[in-house]
């Protein structure tokens, strides 16, 4: 398969990347730092500058990865700017050029988060959910909005004979030593200071980086998936779980205890993604007869750090 991926040089990118050269597809990453994706993707992956160097390729597949970190600044107004540009205004343009073209992709991945269904505690929450209120789950939607556009743009352009495959990748907390939340949270547990934030209780919807990836590929091959997937493992945890599972990992105590107020503190609205939880479940995944490689918190976490 010929496939095009914004973001691949990302946490998640970069494994999909060499996985999808290793069983032979072709990769061409979207990049602003093209001079480093061979060494961050692999050598046999090709890189585009720019949509506008996108001339006469033809690709089979657009995976769509690319924004701006969610967590890593404060959520000034042109923070939040920049976070919407990178997805939502990024996703506008990459749809007008794939529908513009000779041979439109027939397939198309487009991210998006759990953060999709809000920051209220409100049950379990599949993929049948509509969209929350806050920032991160206004940025889903409109995201989501953005990709799902490519439909009827191809139509606007009469390309009615091209019937586009889209799906929403709505994924959950990626757990991965080398970046995302779990390198965030190693240190403190590291030096046996890690404990839960606020008063624990909130869920965690987490995933496996490998399982994370087996989804992905699942979702690119098979025709009969289509629309939204919650990428996030069949059994979530509390926050206080998660850090007593994940300090028992490292054989180290988990007795602190960070307060809501220093962290709202610190991290102001941002501390909502981590004071409250969602409990997302892999309902459209596991009707596909997805299987994980890591259902249980305990076993993912020994196989990453061990
Ligand atoms: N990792 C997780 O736990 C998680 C959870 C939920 C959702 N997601 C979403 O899934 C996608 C991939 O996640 P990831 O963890 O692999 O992300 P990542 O490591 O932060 O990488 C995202 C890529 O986006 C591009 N990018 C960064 N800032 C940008 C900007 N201002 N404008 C345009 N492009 C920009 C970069 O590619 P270049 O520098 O090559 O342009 C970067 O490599 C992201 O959109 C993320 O929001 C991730």
């Given amino acids: 398969m010929r496939i095009l991926i914004t973001g691949g040089t990302g946490l998640i990118g970069q494994r999909l990347c060499k996985a999808l050269t290793a069983r032979g597809d072709h990769v061409t990453v979207l990049s602003r730092r093209p001079q480093q994706v061979a060494a961050l993707c692999g050598s046999q992956v090709q890189t585009m500058a720019s949509l506008q160097d996108w001339t006469s390729q033809d690709f089979d597949a657009v995976i769509n990865l690319a924004g701006a970190p969610i967590v890593d600044a404060a959520w000034t107004p042109a923070r939040k700017q920049e976070i919407i540009a990178s997805r939502v205004g990024l996703t506008q343009n990459l749809v007008a050029k794939m529908a513009s073209m000779p041979n439109p992709p027939s397939v198309f991945l487009s991210g998006s988060a759990i953060g999709f269904y809000g920051d209220e505690e409100t049950g379990e929450l599949d993929e049948t959910k509509t969209a929350g209120k ?86 690119l091959d098979d025709a009969n998936c289509r629309g939204p997937f919650n990428l996030v493992a069949p059994n979530v945890v509390s926050n206080a779980e998660f850090s007593q599972t994940l300090a028992s990992t490292l054989h180290r105590p988990a007795f602190f205890t960070t307060p809501a107020w220093v962290l709202r503190t610190i991290l102001g609205e941002r501390a909502n993604l981590i004071l409250r939880g969602q409990h997302v479940v892999p309902r459209a995944l596991e009707a596909c007869g997805f299987q994980f490689e890591y259902p249980q918190l305990s076993a993912a976490l020994v196989d990453i750090l061990q």
């Avoid at 909005?145 to 990626?174: E, M």
């Avoid at 403190?188 to 995933?207: A, E, N, Y």
């Fill in 134 to 219: 806050d920032f991160s789950a206004l940025l889903c939607r409109d995201w989501e909005a953005a990709a799902n556009h490519y439909s009827a743009q191809l139509a606007s352009l009469n390309k009615i004979h091209v019937a586009p495959r889209i799906v929403f990748l709505r994924t959950g907390l990626v757990l991965d030593p080398r970046g995302g939340v779990l390198k965030k949270m190693l240190l403190p547990f590291q030096l046996g200071v890690g404990g839960k934030l606020g008063d624990g209780r909130q869920t965690m919807s987490w995933i496996h980086h490998a399982d994370c990836l087996r989804a992905l590929l699942r979702l």
